[in-house]
């Protein structure tokens, strides 16, 4: 599938964006369900590993803040929240990339008195194809929503939970995180990112009551690599290759609940973990760049 250019992918973007806005209508019915297990805000709620993780809460007594752009897909979330599990949910639909953004949403939901107990920085994009033949602005695009929009929602909803001495953060990164990826290099390269930094406040945090974990998946049947809304990244990968979003889900709820530093779902990431971090740097960046090139080649078209 032939990459859109810089302009066509923004405005393909622009389409779905919507600007923030208050509270749904339908929404209403009190701030919390009762027995509520804590509010949960979820970035990139809209479809994919976001859509599971929120279900995920939902179905462990939580009450959702559900973040993305679509408002539509958002709607259609809450909805089958509240009929499904019977929790409290409410939308907004933001455009994350848009400067100000996390601090935007920060102020909303204080005005509307919603705290956040548990905040999940899901929201991501990637880009598949050689360094050079990927436009800047789509590098920058990338880089500002994987790692600038995740550590301003950090900034913003930890200092809270730090003063409460409470809260949970779920980072998710990649397995990508572990090692360069020839033709993800710079997805690879701002989940390294999200790995340090969950590392680094995981023990900064330690005795403090918030706990941050970063959840580290394979490839994963969504949107971001296989489809028509892949926007040019289609993988081809082997389906065996790929993880269920549930499954994935699944695990990233169980290990924030657990307080885990990382989480790598499923049997085989957690070979290639392991495997990855027993090698030197240079054999490391050998074998990651053989699978690299072979399995993320992208016809020249
Ligand atoms: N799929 C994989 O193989 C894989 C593997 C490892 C890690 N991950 C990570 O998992 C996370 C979720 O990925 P996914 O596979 O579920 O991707 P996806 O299906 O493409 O979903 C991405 C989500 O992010 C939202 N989003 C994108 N740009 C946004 C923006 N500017 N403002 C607000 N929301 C935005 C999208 O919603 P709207 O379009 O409605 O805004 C959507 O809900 C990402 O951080 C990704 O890097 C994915």
């Known amino acids: 599938m032939p990459r859109p250019t810089g302009q066509a992918r923004s405005k393909a973007k622009a389409k779905t964006a919507a600007k923030p806005r208050a509270r749904s209508r339908s929404d209403k019915g009190g701030r919390r369900s009762p027995a509520s297990k804590g509010m949960v805000l979820v970035t990139g709620a809209s479809r994919g590993i976001g859509a599971e ?5 939902a179905q462990g007594g939580h009450d959702l803040v559900l973040v993305a752009r679509n408002a539509g897909q958002l709607l259609e979330l809450a909805t089958a929240i509240r009929d499904d599990y019977g929790r409290w949910a409410t939308t907004v639909a933001l455009d994350l990339g848009e400067p100000g953004a996390a601090q935007k949403l920060y102020q909303q939901l204080r005005r509307e008195d919603i705290e956040i107990d548990v905040l999940v920085n899901n929201a991501g994009l990637l880009d598949n194809g050689e360094f050079t033949a990927i436009p800047m602005g789509d590098h920058l695009q990338l880089i500002n929503l994987n790692i600038a929009v995740l550590t301003a929602l950090t900034h913003q909803f930890l200092a809270p939970m730090r003063a409460r001495g409470s809260g949970r953060i779920l980072n998710v990164a990649s397995l990508a995180s572990l090692q ?3 033709n993800l290099a710079v997805y690879a390269a701002s989940k390294a990112y999200v790995l340090s930094l969950t590392e680094a406040l995981s023990e900064e945090l330690k005795g403090s009551g918030v706990t941050v974990t970063a959840l580290c998946p394979g490839f994963v049947r969504t949107d971001m690599t296989v489809g028509s809304n892949a926007e ?6 082997p389906s065996a290759l790929m993880l269920s979003p549930q499954f994935v889900a699944e695990e990233g709820y169980e290990a924030c609940m657990k307080g885990e530093t990382i989480r790598v779902p499923g ?4 070979l290639v973990a392991g495997f990855t971090e027993l090698q030197p740097r240079a054999v490391r960046r050998l074998t990651a760049g053989l699978l690299g090139r072979v399995l993320l080649k992208k016809d020249p078209s």
Do not use: E, I, M, S
């Open 267 to 270: 049997l085989g990431g957690r």
């Open 180 to 182: 360069p990826v020839p």
């Open 232 to 237: 040019g990244n289609d993988l081809h990968l």
């Open 53 to 57: 993780l929120a279900k995920q809460f």
